[in-house]
């Protein structure tokens, strides 16, 4: 079937009719991207065609819940300012009424390929998943091809999030699954045209983890070579917390290895973390026509309900991170926000080169909203350094236990929760911080931390607190609007 379908004018009109409202909320961000009204989760379809960023994402435009997705859809030519188009999909045909969930973008003949799960409900109410096709000429009008995978035998309906791949002179399919033993997998297809698919098998899953596993589902697959090692980026469902580790609901991460296509073989460390903070969740990277492999990730997780998100009155919920670029380095991936991230600088940095000493500081024109921060270390003699954003949100890095800490406040309000991670030395901090948001980046993205926040919104202060003496450089930039434009 051809866009415009009822249900994408029916999403629309629902859009113009609260963007008031929506707009009213003083935790709208600035240049992340955000529901424009009800809720956003995975990214999806992430690709470069026709000379522009594609960048679609799971939508629930009618509340702030999950509940039958749509794919929203924006486009950028640089990565920083985007714009918000007429969604691509509907969960309007028989084998994805229940939700068009996440799935991948390629380019073939110069027409854009994206597949996703159709989510169907059956009349007992169990779960059925079909790998779909839509494809379309123009990267904003799709026809819907239907399904061209159905879940094979050894498999539960949990069946979901292709994405799609050309490599050894054919596209490939990689699957995020469930076998009927209840564990996460990833199974493999391969494909000569990209609508007959041939199943492969399984390529890694949780038991090669030894008798604790990895978890009974992965979602979100994403297999690519970065720097000489295939990566295979994974969301699994079902892990214990772990000390440090694991302490979201559900984590997102990737092993590093080689894959051997003949043999079916994925050779692999162990899993890691891509992210130490609160909200990061079903990243998907795309190459960049310069050959950068850029990741994206939903800046949520499921642990956050839509009555406890501050936002949800205004209508809207969740946003994605910022664009960031990855490097494989010493056997772990280095993220990096995208160097096109500076164009959203206002005029004028604020800069500081000052020694602190067993004191709090709050240093002139560190303040505001929405800005970049970057601080090196130049002399450390200190027990430990804290950054105080607003009035409740800290990160601290403690000498003695080589301890970094994010600490926010809990959405209902009560009490502080904290994320932390192990870093031998801290020489170097990147903020990004908008409105009710913000990413760190350490050491030139050996470690990151992602989070929601809400504090308050009148220009809060940026405050530093040693115990012990440190001499650092600060530089910070107000950041301006990374949305252009929205149908």
């Not at 090669?208 to 690519?224: K, T």
């Not at 000390?243 to 994925?266: C, E, P, R, T």
């Amino acid at each position: 079937m051809n866009q415009p379908t009822a249900l994408i004018h029916e999403a629309c009109r629902h859009l113009a009719d609260r963007q008031e409202l929506v707009a009213a909320d003083p935790y709208r961000l600035h240049y992340h991207l955000m529901a424009p009204v009800g809720l956003i989760n995975d990214p999806n379809g992430f690709i470069y065609f026709q000379g522009r960023y594609h960048l679609f994402f799971q939508w629930n435009p009618f509340e702030t819940k999950h509940g039958k997705k749509f794919w929203g859809h924006f486009i950028s030519e640089n990565l920083t300012h985007w714009e918000l188009v007429s969604p691509a999909l509907a969960p309007d045909e028989w084998y994805d009424k229940d939700g068009c969930y996440s799935g991948s973008a390629v380019v073939k003949d110069d027409k854009l390929y994206i597949f996703y799960t159709g989510n169907v409900k059956n009349e007992d109410g169990e779960r059925e998943s079909y790998q779909c096709l839509a494809v379309s000429e123009d990267g904003h009008h799709f026809h819907k091809e239907g399904p061209v995978i159905h879940v094979p035998d050894g498999y539960t309906a949990h069946f979901r999030d292709p994405k799609v791949f050309y490599k050894n002179n054919s596209w490939q399919m990689v699957i995020g699954a469930q076998s009927e033993d209840r564990e996460g997998a990833v199974v493999l297809y391969t494909s000569p045209d990209l609508r007959n698919w041939t199943f492969q098998g399984k390529l890694a899953s949780a038991d090669s983890f030894g008798e604790e596993g990895l978890g009974y589902m992965w979602e979100c697959p994403d297999l690519f070579e970065l720097d000489g090692s295939d990566i295979l980026i994974i969301s699994p469902q079902g892990l214990e917390p772990d000390g440090y580790y694991y302490n979201n609901i559900f984590q997102a991460g990737y092993l590093s290895g080689k894959v051997d296509n003949k043999a079916l073989s994925y050779e692999h460390g162990d899993f890691t973390e891509l992210d130490r903070g609160f909200d990061f969740y079903a990243p998907q990277t795309t190459e960049a026509p310069d050959g950068r492999r850029i990741l994206m990730a939903w800046m949520g997780n499921a642990e956050i309900g839509g009555t406890e998100h501050p936002t949800a009155e205004y209508g809207w919920v969740h946003a994605l991170t910022i664009p960031r670029s990855l490097e494989f380095i010493d056997g772990s991936i280095r993220q990096h926000p995208v160097e096109e991230l500076e164009q959203l600088r206002l005029s004028g940095v604020s800069h500081h080169h000052v020694t602190l000493k067993d004191e709090e500081k709050q240093l002139e024109n560190m303040h505001g909203d929405a800005f970049e921060l970057q601080v090196s270390f130049r002399e450390w003699d200190a027990a430990s350094f804290q950054i105080r954003f607003g009035k409740t949100t800290t990160f601290t890095y403690d000498e003695a236990t080589r301890t970094c800490t994010l600490e926010r406040m809990r959405f209902d309000q009560k009490g502080m929760e904290s994320r932390k991670c192990y870093l031998e030395t801290l020489n170097h901090i990147q903020v990004y911080k908008d409105t009710s948001s913000v990413e760190l980046f350490l050491n030139n993205g050996e470690e990151t931390f992602s989070a929601r926040i809400f504090d308050s919104t009148r220009d809060p202060n940026i405050t530093f607190h040693t115990k012990g003496q440190i001499t650092l450089t600060a530089y910070k930039w107000d950041m301006g609007s990374g949305l252009l434009s929205q149908f």
